[in-house]
């Protein structure tokens, strides 16, 4: 599937560069598009290429969406099966094979990014959830993930009103059992980003690319 998205001028996106490259791939929450999370490139470590992905459902309203949702936490299976099937469509597609691809996702994006780890972990080393969560039904590669315990960030906040409790508490149980995970709570922090989780997130990002061993 083509979907649209905005890039750093050296991702490894549609031929531009040479193979071999890390490249993070951006995955906005619901009702945005691919502009909202490019507007975090900045604080990624220098050098890293970059590609801000768009959602391939129009929001009723505004924006885009990966899935249909009501209640996070509680999306369609189906639903979420046919997102993940059209972002590694647009992967497989637009980057080199052997890229590196480490996700960072917000909100809905957050489960899409831990979508692509538990469905092909081959392609990712690593994944980067923000204020997000993950989904209860079982995917191919969590048998393996609960082996190879790849790094996981999980930033949130304790205010966070959008987010609903089981919805955190599922994704508190899953996370440690199937990755290497450094979580990080940043008290009086919405459903938002601040500033030292992308403080948190720069060096994540760092060690990954460096091959350095994680650590909360």
Do not use: K
């Not at 490259?21 to 691919?34: K, M, N, P, R, T």
């Not at 046919?82 to 994006?109: E, H, K, R």
């Amino acid at each position: 599937m083509s979907l649209a998205y905005v890039s750093s001028a050296d991702a490894p996106v549609e031929g531009r560069t040479p193979s071999g490259s890390f490249v993070a791939v951006l995955l906005h929450g619901y009702g945005s598009d691919e502009r909202d999370l490019a507007g975090l490139a900045s604080y990624l470590p220098r050098g890293v290429p970059w590609v801000s992905v768009r959602a391939p459902l129009r929001h009723p309203a505004f924006g885009h969406a990966w899935y249909p949702i009501t209640v996070p936490g509680e999306p369609a299976v189906e639903a979420i099966a046919a997102a993940t099937n059209a972002l590694w469509g647009w992967i497989d597609a637009a980057l080199p094979p052997d890229s590196m691809v480490v996700p960072i996702g917000f909100s809905q994006g957050g489960l899409m990014a831990t979508q692509l780890l538990r469905t092909r972990p081959e392609r990712i080393p690593a994944a980067a959830v923000l204020s997000g969560y993950v989904q209860d039904e079982p995917q191919a590669a969590d048998a393996l993930l609960e082996q190879s315990r790849p790094p996981v960030f999980w930033g949130r906040g304790t205010q966070d009103a959008v987010i609903p409790a089981a919805a955190v508490e599922l994704a508190a149980e899953w996370l440690p059992r199937h990755a290497s995970l450094e979580e990080r709570v940043y008290p009086g922090m919405g459903h938002s980003v601040c500033e030292d989780e992308l403080v948190h997130l720069r060096r994540f990002v760092s060690a990954i690319r460096a091959g350095e061993p994680q650590g909360a």
